[in-house]
């Protein structure tokens, strides 16, 4: 049930992602595979094994809780932050960024089963 209700939450987050990606700067590329990407690859995996951390040993959450609250908060900085750079003159939303926050989380998850 759990792994359902966290696919089912993955897949919303992921669609609201790419309707907001409108605004791309044409100087700088989107690549997929950049220092960029791995970084936001690797501080997602990061913020959500510390979130899970904190949750089920700390406050002493049940496992099933702690992986909710760890994707829900992870994939909220992630998605805080592409509308920030949107905001910012240079910066770019970027809906690939979000994939990598996202893969980050599943990650995460593949740790803690």
């Keep these: 049930m759990l792994r359902k209700v966290?696919?089912?939450?993955?897949i919303l987050i992921l669609l609201l992602y790419l309707p907001l990606s409108g605004k791309v700067n044409e100087q700088k590329p989107d690549l997929w595979l950049s220092k960029d990407k791995f970084s936001h690859l690797a501080s997602?995996?990061?913020?959500?094994?510390w979130h899970y951390e904190i949750l089920n040993n700390?406050?002493?959450?049940n496992k099933g809780k702690?992986?909710?609250?760890?994707?829900?908060?992870t994939g909220f900085?992630?998605?805080m932050k592409e509308?920030?750079?949107s905001k910012n003159k240079g910066n770019y939303f970027s809906y690939k960024d979000l994939i990598f926050n996202t893969l980050g989380c599943f990650i995460?998850?593949?740790i803690y089963q």
């Excluded at 997602?44 to 094994?49: D, E, Y």
């Design 77 to 79: 900085y992630g998605l």
């Design 108 to 110: 995460g998850l593949v």
């Design 83 to 85: 509308i920030y750079d």
């Design 44 to 49: 997602s995996t990061f913020l959500f094994c």
């Design 58 to 61: 700390v406050c002493q959450m």
């Design 66 to 73: 702690s992986k909710i609250i760890a994707i829900s908060l």
């Design 6 to 10: 966290v696919l089912v939450c993955f």
